[in-house]
């Protein structure tokens, strides 16, 4: 992996939604609940438009993980967006295996307009599983 | 490719510029390709620098524009603005956040937050670079409003409408309009009866020339979008002319051998086929309910109103929004929770409140006289275990209304209020004064422990642990047990998937945004009121069934709309027709049509929502959204990606 710097915190990419996660993540800031700042968002309407090959774009320059803050069952255009996002994790997760490498690089919750604790609990220990890989791969 | 991009920093006072060393972003982005002009600024959304931005546009002739700042949601339409006004097209304008998730969320790391925001200031440049100009996609507009549903909050939002200037029409589907009110007699804290309010609302529906009320009415089919919807309505025929004598009509009731149960009364009476649901009901002409109705004649024979020839009429209208009034349903407790179905006193509020319409002199239940009654609140609401985990709002305060009723209207009641919190809210806080001094007794526990009702003996007792008196076990032999249970959305709410209107968690109407746009659907053009949103009384009710004609009427109004232009886009060349992105669309904005000898999909601009949910379904990568292509994402990616250097 690019770097080798083991204190590095690992870089991860959030794919948050206009309307209802990044809402969340803007409030996580405004109460100043801190979060390694290697992480960086991309906000898209809805997480049911995010497409697999932006996952695999991300993994593949260097994002040490990627992270959907998803509608759930809040998303404002409708009940099957839960099973539409859940659908692009799944694909892009067979991607990964395909071309070995790991799916747990991939992470999705829910993150309702208020979940600001849980965003940075989710991107915290997220962060802290990347940070362990990295060092098992640095020394490897 | 952009030439010209301008980039400004904000210091937002010292929110940013505490943590984030703006100079050091701002020498990191300007030799960015594109980049001509790099400024901070102390408040970027101040009047001074919104000036300074528009006459740098002017006169250096910029082509995009990316401030750093705050939030988009507080100040990206300010800046789209400014670059309107400087005669650049809003769309090459580009928001970096740098505050809300950067310089606030990494106080405690300056140098990572400063690291962090020359990246995120950098993939806005990048995203900024290939922005294009966009014109808002424009629609004619249908001055009339469709309005579903006749009661409170429908009548007063079509009278709003038709006062404003818009052609209304009210689409009910029972035969009789007044929802739910015209089951309630007197009200909380007026005292009018739900009879009188709905009379005055429908006397003023009937005077407006712009009103045209359909009753027996439902909408099968809908076409179109914002500005142009074409809807087409059944009307069941009520199988009576026009003029009928009130005489003959009780005949020709009195001679019907149906009897179904009486949803009026939440069927604890029964009427005929031929019915109406009370004397002066409106519109006052009965209907024959040709469900049950078996046609054997004996009506026609007595009443010459009575019309088997009237058919079934589908009209086709054209209206540029729909509001939906379309109410709830109380809650219909399964058999066995708290004894209901199974022990034949335990009733419902709605059904209780009928029980007090019907009880004149002394209350009567079973054949039994009722002396002390004992209410379970939260019977369908507040669910530990069930879906229901929203408070009705309006059910304290009607138990606590109709216990005072009931106490004034017959001798010797005693109430027993089994609860878990008492919520009169605002003023309807004095009914519970005045029942804690008529000396109504209340008795709480939690949602974990809920009363228990049991028949022993030929009685009915309710058992609780109270909290109120350390925890005692206590019992009251009841002679009548009114759950009180909560509101639940519409049994037959097809209307919404017809609409393609969303509903949430709690499986009512969903609005956009609870507190900024608690009327607007994601559905342009229709809007919500009343209890078919959530639980509300008749204020709440009336109060958003105002602001839902506000805001159709202000859609309608100009004659012409202006859309989002943020849609999605088929790659001619790469689509081969294979349905995936119409089954994914939630809004139908797909059509599948010929081009150059193939069939390929195109996206209907005005349906479509933007929420891109076709684009990863696609499997030949034909789809793309606006703002949000390919080459915007992963050139963002690919800016974010970087290495540091600080």
Known sequence: MAGGKVNNSPKILVFSTEKISDPAIDMAGLLKLHYPPTVYTIPVPCSSAIKPRWIMHALEQGFDGVFIAADGTDCPYGESCTTKTGEIVRETMEQLKEKGMDPARLKMAAICSVCSEPFVKHVKSFAEYLGKEKEVNAVE | ?646
């Open chain 2, 1 to 646: 490719m952009k030439k010209k991009i301008g980039v400004y920093i904000c210091h937002c006072g010292g929110n940013i510029s505490d943590y984030v060393d703006v100079e050091k972003v701002r020498q990191a982005v300007e030799n960015e390709g594109g980049v001509f002009l790099s400024k901070t600024t102390m408040f970027a959304c101040a009047d001074s620098n919104q000036k300074d931005m528009v006459s740098d546009i002017k006169e250096k002739q910029l082509d995009g524009v990316v401030v750093a700042s705050c939030s988009p949601k507080l100040h990206l339409l300010t800046f789209r603005g400014v670059a309107e006004r400087a005669g650049l097209n809003k769309y090459n304008y580009v928001h970096a956040n740098i505050r809300e998730q950067v310089s606030w969320a990494h106080s405690d790391n300056k140098t990572g937050a400063t690291e962090k925001a020359i990246h995120i200031v950098k993939a806005a440049i990048a995203k900024v670079r290939n922005a294009e100009s966009l014109e808002p996609v424009k629609v004619q507009s249908t001055k009339a409003v469709a309005v579903v549903g006749a009661g409170v909050a429908g009548m007063r939002a079509a009278i709003e409408l038709a006062e404003a200037g818009a052609e209304v029409f009210l689409i009910e589907r029972e035969f009789f309009v007044g929802g739910r009110v015209s089951q309630w007699d007197d009200l909380c804290i007026t005292d009018e009866t739900g009879k009188e309010l709905i009379t005055r609302l429908y006397d003023r529906v009937m005077q407006h020339k712009h009103v045209t009320l359909f009753t027996g009415a439902e909408i099968v089919e809908n076409k179109g979008s914002v500005g142009n919807f074409e809807i087409k309505v059944k009307v069941t025929p009520r199988h009576f002319k026009l003029q009928c004598s009130g005489g003959e009509l009780q005949k020709a009731i009195d001679v019907c051998p149906v009897e179904v149960p009486d949803e009026f009364n939440f069927n604890i009476t029964k009427r005929k086929a031929i019915y109406h649901n009370y004397p002066s009901e409106y519109p006052q002409l009965p209907a024959i309910d040709m469900k049950t109705c078996t046609r054997c004649g004996k009506c026609e024979a007595v009443c010459n109103a009575v019309d088997f020839s009237q058919k079934t009429e589908y009209l086709n209208i054209k209206v540029g929004s729909i509001l939906l009034a379309t109410g709830f349903d109380p809650y219909e407790p399964p058999k066995g929770e708290f004894g209901y179905g199974e022990i034949d006193n335990v009733i419902t509020l709605p059904q209780f409140k009928r029980v007090i319409h019907y009880n004149d002199k002394r209350l009567i239940w079973q054949g039994k006289e009722v002396k002390n009654i004992a209410y379970i609140y939260c019977v369908g609401s507040r669910q530990l275990n069930g879906d229901n985990k929203y408070c009705s709002r309006y059910c304290c305060t009607s138990t606590i209304h109709t216990a005072i009723t009931a106490k004034n209207k017959y001798k010797g009641i005693h109430n027993f209020h089994f609860n878990r919190g008492i919520r009169t809210y605002g003023k309807a806080e004095v009914r519970y004064d005045e029942s804690s001094r008529l000396g109504d007794v209340y008795l709480q526990s939690f949602e974990y422990d809920p009363p228990v009702v049991e028949a022993r003996d030929g009685q009915t007792f309710v058992k609780i642990k109270d909290v109120l008196t350390a925890n005692k076990e206590l019992e009251v032999a009841a002679d009548l047990v009114v759950l009180v249970t909560g509101m639940v959305p519409r049994k037959d709410n097809s209307i919404a998937g017809l609409l393609k209107v969303p509903k949430g968690r709690d499986k009512f109407f969903n609005e956009i945004h609870m507190k900024l746009r608690p009327v607007e659907t994601v559905i342009d053009g229709v809007t919500i009121a009343g209890a078919s949103q959530g639980p509300k009384n008749i204020m709440e009710s009336m109060n958003s069934a105002l602001s839902a004609a506000t805001k159709s009427f202000s859609l309608i109004d100009s004659g012409e709309l202006a859309l989002e232009p943020t849609v999605a886009v088929v790659n001619k060349e790469a689509c081969e027709w294979c349905g995936k992105c119409d089954e994914a669309c939630p809004y139908s904005a797909f059509e599948k049509v010929e081009k150059d000898g193939k069939m390929i999909a195109k996206v209907i601009p005005s349906v479509c929502k933007g929420c891109g949910m076709c684009l990863p379904v696609c499997p030949s990568n034909a789809l793309e959204l606006i703002g949000l292509s390919d080459h915007d994402v992963e050139s963002m990616i690919d800016v974010l990606i970087e290495k540091d250097t600080v």
